[in-house]
């Protein structure tokens, strides 16, 4: 993924900015579309852990730290989401517009063109919440894996106590 995309005065077209935006939203989705999959497969082994008895004192000691983990990480994919929501919700308020063109419908204030200032800058706030939500996807996607890790240590834990 790139981050170090700082787009100067004049220098991008806001074409340009968009497609960006929408690069990393793309990204951003399939960062969190990882992590819930990690994230199931966890949730899945765990419960059909416990399905199969109840494991022994050390797997039970290690189920809080799994647990954390796993609260991390679709925390911060929940985050992603939720953060780009309200800003294309804000960005659709304040221009009465679609942010996406090809929707099928006309909303109310679309037949008005954005003055170039006006719509720099929302396409500057929509580049900014891109670069946030794939921060916070790609924080999902590494605690996901670190859940995966830690599911595989409470999975040796509970083999070792014999449970």
């Known amino acids: 993924m790139v981050t170090a995309f700082r787009p100067g005065p004049d220098r991008e077209k806001p074409e340009d900015l968009l497609g960006h935006a929408c690069t990393l939203v793309r990204l951003c989705g399939?960062?969190?579309a990882l992590a819930a999959v990690l994230l199931a497969l966890v949730l899945a082994g765990t419960v059909s852990r416990?399905?199969?008895g109840r494991p022994g004192l050390p797997a039970l000691a290690l189920l809080p730290v799994l647990a954390g983990s796993f609260a991390i990480s679709a925390g911060y994919a929940v985050r992603s989401r939720?953060?780009?929501l309200a800003v294309l919700g804000q960005v659709r308020g304040r221009t009465?517009?679609?942010v996406d063109p090809g929707v099928p419908w006309t909303p109310f204030g679309s037949a008005v063109a954005l003055e170039d200032r006006v719509r720099d800058e929302e396409l500057r706030r929509l580049l900014s919440a891109?670069?946030?939500c794939g921060e916070?996807?790609?924080q999902a996607v590494a605690w996901?894996?670190?859940t995966s890790v830690l599911f595989l240590f409470w999975t040796l834990a509970a083999a070792m106590?014999?449970?």
């Open 30 to 32: 399939r960062d969190s």
């Open 50 to 52: 416990f399905a199969a």
């Open 82 to 84: 939720r953060t780009l």
């Open 96 to 98: 009465g517009s679609p």
């Open 130 to 132: 891109a670069h946030r």
């Open 136 to 138: 916070l996807s790609w």
């Open 144 to 146: 996901a894996v670190a």
């Open 161 to 163: 106590a014999g449970g």
